[in-house]
């Protein structure tokens, strides 16, 4: 079945540093891939997203391109802020066995803290 | 605005009892989905529907049950055959249409403690 493998937390940057959260993944077919991000105590807000090979998503200075010959979406921030510190999951769709909902099948989430 | 509005935010459950958490949507979204979240894990699908009056399970729907009766309400039952209910439950709603992305978009969630 459908699997996200996500790069484990937690990640501690200092203010202005470059971030690159790993995410690589295993689908049948070819799924849309996405960033979602999650406040304390919040539900989670998508952050960005690639439909097919090659796409670049990108939002509030986040980057993260999808990439079929190694399954990867990794995300990537050039200059974090105190205000990025959140839970980021990694995520693919797949169409669920009959119509055409489609399941989210997610990473486990790393925590992210920047300190000024 | 458009959204997704989940109630409460927080319950507390004796054991035994049945709970329902609410889900409404105002974004005319088709399908709609309730996820269970346990610390440092992510995601995973309890129940999905596509359509009014029509629900499917998802992956982990043992314990819980769904109805559809309006387009914008998908409430949730935590029955007390659910083992560990303990956990912070999302709904989340996308379109179907052929056109659309498939994007879903979650509500703020409800914490669930069973005392």
């Known amino acids: 079945g459908d699997s996200v493998t996500q790069m484990e937390g937690p990640v501690t940057l200092s203010e202005e540093a470059f971030l690159t959260i790993n995410c690589t993944y295993t689908?049948?077919?070819?799924?849309?891939l996405f960033w979602y991000v999650q406040y304390p105590g919040e539900g989670l807000q998508l952050l960005l997203k690639?439909?097919?090979?090659?796409d670049k998503g990108s939002n509030k200075g986040f980057e993260a391109t999808y990439r079929k010959e190694t399954t990867s979406f990794h995300l990537e921030k050039g200059s974090v802020q105190v205000s990025d510190s959140a839970v980021y999951f990694c995520?693919?769709?797949?169409?669920?066995?009959?119509?055409?909902?489609?399941?989210?099948?997610f990473g486990s989430g790393t925590q992210l803290t920047v300190l000024p | 605005d458009g959204g997704i509005t989940q109630s409460p935010k927080y319950l507390f459950r004796k054991e035994g009892q049945n709970v329902t958490l609410s889900c409404e949507q105002n974004?005319?979204?088709?399908?709609m989905y309730w996820y269970r979240q346990d610390p440092g894990q992510g995601l995973r699908l309890i129940y999905y529907?596509?359509?009014?009056?029509?629900?499917q399970k998802g992956d982990i729907a043992e314990g819980y049950s769904v109805s559809r009766e309006k387009k914008e309400s998908f409430p949730l039952t935590v029955t007390s055959a659910q083992k560990n209910p303990t956990a912070f439950y999302l709904c989340?709603?996308?379109?179907?249409?052929?056109?659309?992305?498939?994007?879903?978009?979650f509500g703020p969630g409800t914490r669930l403690t069973v005392l």
């Open positions: 974004l005319n979204h088709d399908a």
């Open positions: 689908a049948t077919g070819y799924p849309s």
């Open positions: 989340a709603s996308s379109p179907l249409s052929p056109s659309s992305t498939d994007t879903q978009y």
């Open positions: 529907s596509q359509i009014v009056n029509d629900f």
């Open positions: 995520a693919l769709s797949g169409l669920i066995s009959s119509g055409s909902a489609r399941q989210l099948t």
């Open positions: 690639a439909t097919k090979a090659d």
